[in-house]
Each structure stands twice: as C-alpha cells, then as structure tokens.
C-alpha cells in the first residue's frame, strides 16, 4: 500500500532520466487533480449517518468514541489532513515556478533595454 501511495508522488519528483519530471504547471495541475480525488469517499465517510462498514457494528466503542464519530474523524482526516500535504507542495510549486518565470523575465527586459 505504501509503495502504490509513493508512485502517486513519481510524476512530482521524477526518478529517472526515464521517468522525467512534469513541468512546474503540469506538477500543479496534477497534484490540484490528486486533492480532488479523495473528495467523494471523504465526504461518504465524513456525513455517513450509519457506519459504511459492517465490521463497524461488531467492534465496541474504542476510546469511547462511537461508530460514526470514528467515521466521521475518519473522513475529515482523509480530506483535510491528505489536501493540506497536496496544497503545501502546490504552493511550493507555484512559488517555485514563479520565481523562475520571474528572474526569466528580469533577464529578457535587462537584454532589450541594452
């Protein structure tokens, strides 16, 4: 299961020579795709109003927290701790990319007005 999470990131990072990076607009649009994909089992998890699972019904309340409490945790851990990672990266993404575009662009109009 971790190593199928870690090949989400390969596209991100780039291993290889083979395996090129994408580019900076590329590495934002794929991660903004990758946050939106756990919105849909996030929010079956998140406003369930019965447990999604039937092994939730065998099992005591752990911690004193009940079935759907859990579930609901459950959900908003999936949604907002695994967006909060993917917008950190995309920020640093987008900063990234606007620094080179910006020292790019310092450098062509110091070339014109010569």
Known sequence: MLLVSLNMWIPVIGL??????LS???KIAYLFMQS?????????????T????????EVDNIFNVSVIND???????LKL???LI?????????????????????VVRTSTND
């Open 16 to 21: 290889t020579k083979e395996i090129k990076q």
């Open 36 to 48: 939106l994909l756990p919105t849909i089992p996030a929010s079956f998890l998140a406003f369930g």
């Open 81 to 83: 701790g695994g967006g």
């Open 24 to 26: 900076d607009p590329g």
């Open 50 to 57: 019965e447990p999604l699972y039937s092994a939730y019904l």
């Open 71 to 77: 579930q609901t945790m459950a959900g908003l851990v």
């Open 86 to 106: 993917l917008w950190i990266f995309i920020l640093i993404t987008w900063m990234k990319w606007y620094k080179t575009e910006k020292t790019f662009d310092d």
